[in-house]
């Protein structure tokens, strides 16, 4: 059997870890860690390498490729820009998925990749339905179909949990960029 191939944005390696076990058996994987909103550098350098982490850890994380997208936090600042007092959640957030999954997009319509999806949709403090929603437009803009995702559910944001203690992940206490610093 031919798996397809699926390119999984992922905001950071806890987040990836629950998903990536729910998805690997039936997907080929690509992670495309592709995150210009986090905050500071060395905290993206962080997550980066937490990401390769899990990966590492993983059984099956040999089957599972990692791309780095372009760090470009400036990007982040100019689409912010309006929306600085924003509570998390609000327009800067949508603005911040809509950049993120394009990216992811764009990638995997330019690679050859079946279907995309991310894992922000895991978090308890993410509208999985806006998620959906972005991600559906950009399918149908970019030509590769969006794989509808609410993975919190059937318990995924815990199990992401058991996971990060499993394997010693750094687990942030904040979504990522600097107004959400500001608001925890």
Known sequence: MCKKKLLLHSCCGPCSSAVLERLHEDYEITVLYYNPNIYPPDEYAHRLATQRQIIDSLPFGDEIKLVEGEYDPAAFDELAKGCESDPEGGERCRRCFEMR?????????????DLFTTTLSISPHKNSKLLNEIGERLSTEYGVPWLHSDFKKQNGYLRSIEL????????QDYCGCKFSVRDK
Not at 164 to 171: M, N, P
């Open 164 to 171: 990060s203690r499993e394997y010693g992940l750094y687990r």
């Open 101 to 113: 999954l394009g990216g992811a997009a764009e990638y995997a319509a330019s690679h050859g990749f």
